[in-house]
């Protein structure tokens, strides 16, 4: 708008100079002029007014403990496992803070679920974000409660302006749809875990039968201590490890401590090697000179001459299907059963030996 106003005056001004347009006189243009600058004198305070509404002046940073100090929280989960929380003070900041997302309505006496963190409050409004993946253990789907609290012994250290405030807390509830599974599962899998810290110790007599009752179907294999079988029960994540020697527990570690398998079909397919076995996978092994194969179920087998200590390998040793139709085909009858090729499995062996 000023922009017009600037252009009607100037060809004001030059129609004074010379009036240019017919039957006009130089005190036309001299009325227009000033009818110009009465507009443009209007105008122009309310265009500064405006551009200066827009950018009001920001508040002023707390430099005291207010009369009413608080806290606030506003929760939003992001996806599955990050949350975004937007913190609200009235404090001299920076301040520091304990955030947690808290399972909703646990008890005193509950294992705790959930994560924690602390952050830094800035300003009046601070936006951070917790990964709830780095828990100690998958939060289960369910509702959550945010908190944010203020603790003034170590919350205003390095900030003299809030170190005469009181303890404050703010907390909201809200819904996190995490991967961990129920929340039955998750306190399931805690009173499994709590019995065992309460009742396992070394030197425990080992109860197959017992346990398995109280912690659900273990998996099992070799660990990594001699002479000591791994049971891993899926329920609490524990792992006993159990001295076969004496019956007897040794120890017990959180997770999975079976040791992974080293032998399978398809590590000896890989590599060009035949895998004489009807079960997929297991532990090959060698004591002294005996080559020995351990299943999944905890059978160990002989798989060289020298391993006559161990079961017979038969009932895992496959059959030459193609060896045997050709027998048949060619009229044998009641002949003894052809197997496949140990001779791989048995080098393979070999190489662990010593």
């Not at 922009?3 to 347009?21: R, S």
């Not at 139709?325 to 791989?344: T, V, Y």
Request: a positive charge; aromatic letters at 8%.
């Amino acid at each position: 708008m000023v922009g017009l106003f600037v252009l009607l005056l100037l060809a004001a001004i030059a129609g004074i100079a010379y009036p240019y347009v017919k039957g006009s006189r130089r005190w036309h243009f001299i009325v227009a002029a000033l009818a110009v600058l009465v507009m443009i004198g209007i105008v122009v305070p309310k265009t500064g007014e405006r551009k200066m509404s827009a950018s009001p002046t920001p508040a002023p940073v707390p430099t005291a403990v207010p009369a009413k100090p608080y806290l606030t929280i506003e929760p939003r989960a992001l996806d599955t496992h990050r949350v975004e929380l937007v913190i609200g003070t009235n404090m001299p900041t920076p301040i520091k803070v304990a955030t947690s997302i808290d399972l909703a309505g646990m008890k005193d006496t509950d294992t705790y679920v959930g994560y924690q963190e602390f952050v830094t409050l800035t300003g009046a409004t601070t936006t951070v974000v917790l990964d709830t993946s780095k828990a100690e253990k998958p939060l289960p789907q369910s509702d959550y409660d945010a908190t944010v609290t203020f603790y003034p012994k170590w919350g205003a250290e390095g900030n003299p302006a809030a170190a005469g405030a009181p303890e404050l807390h703010a907390e909201k509830r809200f819904a996190l749809k995490a991967t961990g599974g129920s929340v039955a599962d998750t306190k399931k899998r805690d009173e499994g875990r709590r019995w065992v810290m309460e009742n396992v110790i070394a030197g425990t007599a080992w109860d197959k039968a017992a346990f398995e009752r109280r912690l659900g179907r273990p998996e099992f294999g070799p660990s990594d201590l001699n002479l000591h079988t791994a049971y891993f029960y899926p329920i609490p994540g524990v792992t006993m490890l159990v001295n076969r020697t004496n019956g007897k527990i040794a120890t017990w570690r959180n997770g999975n401590a079976i040791v992974p398998p080293n032998a399978s079909r398809a590590d000896f397919a890989s590599r060009g090697l035949i895998w004489p076995l009807t079960v997929d996978r297991g532990w090959l092994g060698c004591t002294g000179d005996a080559v020995w194969f351990r299943a999944g179920d905890g059978t160990t087998y002989g798989v060289n001459g020298a391993a006559s200590g161990y079961s017979k390998i038969d009932p895992i040793w496959a059959e030459d299907s193609r060896m045997m139709g050709e027998l048949r085909a060619a009229g044998a009858k009641n002949g003894p059963m052809l197997r496949i090729n140990i001779g791989d499995l048995i080098q393979e062996g070999r190489k662990l030996c010593g």
